[in-house]
């Protein structure tokens, strides 16, 4: 495998075991939603397609997230693809669960949602490689004068390099070498580009 992770970390181990169990751990070269350029793709829609996998894998981050900043009032997340595990998430954690989509450009709080001044918020994604989606829903939800105690995801694919701000409390922490497409390694380069990043998708 072409990244490594700690044998000792037994939440990255089984987080890693579900995503091989349904064929969402896959190799190759791809285009990640960050833009960067991958050998590894987590493909993470083929596991939160299954709700039994889901819920393991929320309760397990609901835990760790109340064990290092106590209790919250919300859980946000950005659209589309952390709607999932941020509703999961926060069925664990007791709380109602919100999402922020992006309108001009920048994620706002639509249909709806309303976040009290104060509150104290999750921000829950999926997958983190730079950061980037994380830091602008952190930006949504402090523009509304709430208040995010952390960040959390199933997966941190930088290795604990990305910095989103708040606390990054992950449930999983590989280190996954990502390229700009101009520093490709040749090995990489040799091969067909797929891209099933969500980011470039028309909002």
């Known amino acids: 495998m072409t990244f ?38 987590l493909q993470k829609n083929l596991v939160f397609m299954h ?44 709380v109602p669960s919100l999402y922020v989509e992006r309108e001009g450009g920048a994620f706002k709080l639509r249909r709806g949602f309303h976040l009290p001044k104060g509150a104290r918020v999750a921000m829950v994604e999926d997958i983190v490689t730079t950061g980037l ?20 995801c199933i997966v941190d694919r930088s290795g604990g390099k990305a ?3 708040p606390p990054l409390i992950a449930l999983a922490r590989l280190d996954v070498p990502a390229y700009p497409a101009d520093a490709l390694p040749p090995e990489l380069a040799k091969i067909p580009i797929e891209d099933p990043g969500s980011r470039r998708l028309g909002a």
Do not use: W
Not at 64 to 92: C, F, L, M, N, W
Not at 138 to 150: D, K
């Open 133 to 152: 989606s994380s830091r602008e829903c952190i930006a949504a939800i402090e523009a509304v004068g709430a208040v995010v105690v952390c960040a959390a």
């Open 51 to 94: 709700a039994d996998r889901t819920e393991r894998l929320c309760a397990a981050l609901a835990d760790k997230i109340t064990a290092a900043v106590g209790q919250v009032d919300y859980v946000v997340s950005p659209a589309v693809g952390a709607i999932i595990p941020g509703y999961e998430t926060a069925r664990h954690l007791k």
């Open 4 to 41: 490594q992770t700690p044998e000792t970390d037994s939440d990255t181990a089984r987080v890693l075991e579900e995503f091989r169990g349904c064929g969402a751990l896959r190799e190759g070269h791809f285009v990640l939603s960050s833009g960067l350029h991958s050998p590894v793709f």
């Open 163 to 165: 910095d989103v701000g």
